[in-house]
């Protein structure tokens, strides 16, 4: 920290109020040192360093997010004073990359806001940030729809039995997610007090609901054995119904997935969910509403979301029992088809 004379600072004040009597701004002048020094790689490093690091919950997204940075930002504007940069110098960052890795290149212009943004409110430059509106000088990136890489329906029946001889907690959720074609997150969090074994069904409260609203499961025959396998294992009706190796812990979503890659299928776990709506899509004619409520999708015409009083549970039991039935190979050939 440098320290002014009397002297120095008597001058500096004479100049500053020099400026304003000429209409100029006598804040901006004096910042102006402070602007010039800051070069966009120190403003980004600091922005990582003081705000992304100690806010951020997952590793390799820290990593990664000073690493695009490095290699497809820095080396162009690295180097320029932060309050310089320009419109065309995120135009130069962008460009190259905005058609070819659309993914990549929207995180880094996300990446780049945020250090301009910042920068202007830790004083280091004026005006509006240069991202804002950059895509009007970009090319049109090409519409892509990402899906959950799904396995076709026909392919369950034989995908099965080989889950199941995999053996372990993680084979246990990834079959009972299958035959109930629910999400990994609720699976992986549930716990026994949402299950009635006598009425077979799962009761997942609101808040664990994506849409955020209660949803039942009716529970097959072949989801109840998975349950009745690990009943012993629970200590009360708060333990998980999937423990992990630290019984309060639940499995991690990377351990159903890596059943799969273990068996040498390129699909998700998500992806399951679409399995079971194409088989139930193709292969009965329960209507619309139903296959929907059983993936507890939200209704999205608010006037029949007013409306629509029933979860269509009745419905639903006939097409979970028809659904694990063609999954376990015991109907593949023969699919009982609703009403």
């Given at each position: 920290m440098s320290l002014l004379s009397l002297g120095?600072?008597?001058?500096?004040?004479?100049?500053?109020?020099?400026?304003?009597?000429?209409?100029?701004?006598?804040?901006?002048e004096r910042d102006k040192d402070k602007r010039t020094s800051l070069t966009f790689a120190d403003a980004a490093r600091k922005v990582h360093a003081e705000q992304i690091v100690p806010n951020a919950t997952n590793g390799k997204h820290v990593a990664q997010w000073i690493t695009t940075l490095e290699t497809y930002a820095l080396p162009i504007i690295g180097s320029r004073p932060v309050h310089a940069v320009e419109q065309a110098d995120v135009l130069r960052v962008l460009s190259p990359i905005w058609t070819e890795k659309p993914?990549?290149?929207?995180?880094?212009?996300?990446?780049l806001r945020t250090v301009l943004d910042w920068a202007r409110t830790a004083g280091h430059r004026d005006g509006i940030n240069p991202v804002e509106g950059v895509e009007k000088g970009l090319a049109r990136q090409k519409d892509r729809t990402a899906h959950h890489a799904a396995l076709s329906w026909r392919d369950l029946p034989a995908l099965m039995p080989r889950i199941e001889e995999s053996q372990g907690m993680g084979s246990l959720a990834l079959?009972?997610?299958?035959?109930?074609?629910?999400?990994?997150?609720?699976v992986r969090l549930a716990i026994w007090a949402e299950i009635d074994l006598e009425a077979r069904v799962w009761t997942i409260a609101p808040e664990r609901m994506k849409a955020g609203r209660e949803h039942r499961v009716p529970l097959s025959k072949s989801a109840l054995a998975i349950l009745e396998k690990l009943r012993p294992l629970a200590v009360n009706d708060q333990s998980l119904l999937f423990p992990s190796k630290r019984a309060a812990k639940p499995l991690s979503d990377m351990t159903l997935a890596a059943v799969l890659k273990r068996l040498g299928e390129s699909v998700t776990v998500h992806g399951m969910r679409s399995t079971f709506r194409d088989w139930a899509e193709e292969n009965t004619s329960y209507p619309h509403e139903v296959k929907e409520a059983a993936?507890?999708?939200a209704v999205k015409n608010k006037v029949e979301a007013a409306y629509r009083r029933t979860d269509l549970f009745d419905k639903r039991i006939a097409m979970m029992d028809a659904w694990a039935s063609y999954a376990t190979g015991a109907g593949a050939k023969v699919v009982r088809l609703g009403a």
């Open positions: 120095e600072a008597r001058e500096q004040a004479r100049a500053l109020r020099k400026v304003a009597r000429a209409g100029g701004d006598p804040i901006a993914e990549t290149a929207r995180r880094i212009r996300q990446r079959q009972f997610t299958i035959l109930t074609a629910a999400r990994s997150g609720e993936l507890a999708h």
